[in-house]
């Protein structure tokens, strides 16, 4: 994990906390979560010292996102399967197989008490985390794979990143498709709004992203080409919607772009492929 100040735009701290890849971070006020191919997703102070909670899966965890509450932890693994954690009771319980293949991306509703996922069984579906957790909506995507789920920070929509580059907007309520553009020629695998909704954010294999002018239909509004591409592309968002922060963009750098113009503001060298990010 590299940790960078991104007030003063420089490198901080380099912490060994995994054995094998690390495919999602997570910050809270009060603790980091780390989920790795390793199949353990940890729980750490903010200072990374040591790990007090552990959780082990069954297969590598892709996917973690938190609870509006950031209490509670729902994670996604390689294995199709879906589990939630407690952090404060450290009490794990699977919530079953959900998907007959991994699990790419995974998002929480801000609002509801439903979570959405995207699979490489090509299927993406919102869940109820009442009851028996079940499956309440799929959405019919074709032959191309998701890789990736974000929700509306207000309304009730859901943007999902696809293998062809197509990003799709769609009515969670109806189904149906509110937007789609194609504005990247490979896997399109990390989308992310700002705060305010009004801008969404994506980063694609080779290197590209681009920035959706939300309140006008999503059009297409600014674009970036790295010179020196990336594998795995990841974003995070700052809290006041000032700085875009994209690893795997551009290859073993961290670049920090100011939101609204996607100007690039800092670039940090870094000695490994980024694979996950958080703003804290």
């Known amino acids: ?89 450290a009490v794990a319980a699977t919530l079953g197989r959900s998907h007959t293949g991994a699990i790419y991306g995974l998002a929480v509703d801000p609002h509801n008490r439903e979570f959405a996922t995207a699979s490489s069984d090509r299927t993406v579906r919102v869940w109820s985390l009442d009851g028996a957790c079940e499956s309440i909506v799929e959405f019919e995507v074709g032959e191309h794979c998701a890789r990736c789920v974000a929700y509306h920070p207000t309304e009730y929509a859901l943007a999902c990143g696809f293998d062809d580059g197509t990003l799709r907007v769609f009515d969670i309520a109806s189904t149906s498709l509110l937007e789609e553009y194609r504005q990247h020629d490979a896997p399109l695998l990390a989308a992310a709004y700002s705060h305010g909704a009004h801008r969404l954010f994506t980063a694609a294999v080779g290197g590209t992203l681009c920035a959706y002018d939300v309140l006008h239909s999503y059009q297409p509004c600014r674009a970036y080409t790295a010179a020196e591409p990336g594998r795995l592309p990841c ?22 772009f100011d939101a609204p113009t996607l100007s690039v503001l800092r670039s940090v060298s870094v000695g490994a492929p980024l694979t996950a990010l958080a703003v804290g």
């Open 1 to 89: 994990v590299y940790q960078v100040d991104a007030e003063r735009r420089r490198l901080e701290y380099v912490f060994q906390l995994h054995d094998a890849p690390i495919h999602a971070v997570h910050l809270s006020a009060g603790f980091a979560v780390t989920a790795s191919a390793d199949r353990r997703l940890r729980v750490w102070p903010l200072d990374f010292s040591a790990h007090f909670l552990e959780a082990e899966h069954e297969g590598a965890v892709t996917a973690v996102s938190p609870s509006p509450d950031g209490l509670k932890l729902l994670v996604g693994t390689a294995v199709g399967a879906i589990s939630v954690l407690d952090v404060p009771t």
């Open 235 to 256: 974003l995070a968002v700052s809290k006041d919607d000032a700085i875009l922060a994209a690893g795997g963009v551009s290859r073993h750098e961290l670049l920090l």
